[in-house]
């Protein structure tokens, strides 16, 4: 039997390429997204027996119960959960009603929370991975960005409580990403035109900007089970920035 791994927020970003590239890896592969448009393309472009979608918002404990127990039924295991989804909403904190800021955290903690909850028993019985998509911004800002950093720390310390929490059977990492170009894997409606500058690229001590490849290739390596004395960590992939001094 394959391994079925879910992916949220898989139709698009960084998630789409992390799907596809389990695909190629030999994985069965779960999507929960809330976007119907990106799993519609997803699925034109992409169709494979090994490729599942379940349209849900992570948020909301009823549908990450039933789209996990159908995962289960089609693919009968879970192997692997990548907490991929996430939104920002950055304003500043005078303008940020509770709503908004409730809705960042609601999706980016509590809907990890809530994946990781009911994906957990699953992951006990195959000792399972889990990876959650933190963030540099968990360690570093710029003004106006509150809620979506506060989710991140939240994400870091979920990260490290949880691979306490449910080793050894379970291992929990998390990545955070420096700046990634996703603009070419957005939905079509949703396609940026923000071309990246020289000086965007060189301002990385890696000489670029980040591909949504640089992340899965990490997802493959700690989903590995070879890698089994890795739990508990936060991986940086930002092409050096945060260890760079910017004083000007
Ligand atoms: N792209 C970057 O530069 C970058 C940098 C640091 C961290 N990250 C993190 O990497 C992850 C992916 O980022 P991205 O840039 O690919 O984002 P993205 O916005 O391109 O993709 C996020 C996906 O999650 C889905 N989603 C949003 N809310 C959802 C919900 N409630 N339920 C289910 N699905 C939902 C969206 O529809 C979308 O398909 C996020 O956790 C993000 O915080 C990205």
Not at 50 to 72: G, H, P, R
Not at 138 to 145: G, I, L, N, R, V
Not at 188 to 216: L, V
Request: a negative charge.
């Amino acid at each position: 039997m394959k391994k079925n791994i879910i992916v949220t927020g898989g139709a698009q970003g960084i998630g789409k390429i992390v799907s596809t590239t389990l695909i190629k890896e030999g994985y069965t592969v779960s999507v929960l997204e809330i976007d119907q448009e990106a799993i519609d393309e997803l699925r034109e472009e992409h169709s494979s027996d090994d490729m599942a979608f379940y349209q849900c918002n992570i948020s909301k404990e009823n549908d990450v119960k039933t789209a996990l127990s159908k995962s289960m039924e089609q693919f009968g295991n879970i192997s692997g959960l990548i907490n991929n989804a996430a939104i920002n909403n950055n304003k500043p904190v005078t303008e940020l009603t509770l709503d908004e800021w409730n809705q960042v955290i609601g999706v980016n903690l509590t809907g990890s929370f809530l994946c990781a909850k009911y994906a957990t028993p699953f992951l006990q019985k195959t000792n399972g991975s889990i990876i959650n998509l933190c963030s540099t911004r968990a360690f570093q800002s710029e003004a106006d960005t509150e809620a979506y950093s506060a989710s991140k720390g939240g994400i870091f310390a979920f990260t490290h409580a949880l691979a306490v929490s449910l080793g050894p059977e379970v291992r929990v990492n998390c990545i955070s990403p420096g700046w990634i170009d996703v603009s070419g894997v957005k939905k079509k409606s949703k396609a940026q035109q923000y071309k990246p500058t020289d000086e965007d690229h060189m301002q990385h001590p890696a000489g670029r900007i980040g591909k949504a490849n640089d992340i899965a290739r990490m997802i493959l390596f700690l989903l590995n089970p070879e890698n089994s004395f890795i739990t508990g960590q936060n991986f940086v992939i930002d092409g050096g920035m945060t260890r760079k001094m910017i004083y000007v």
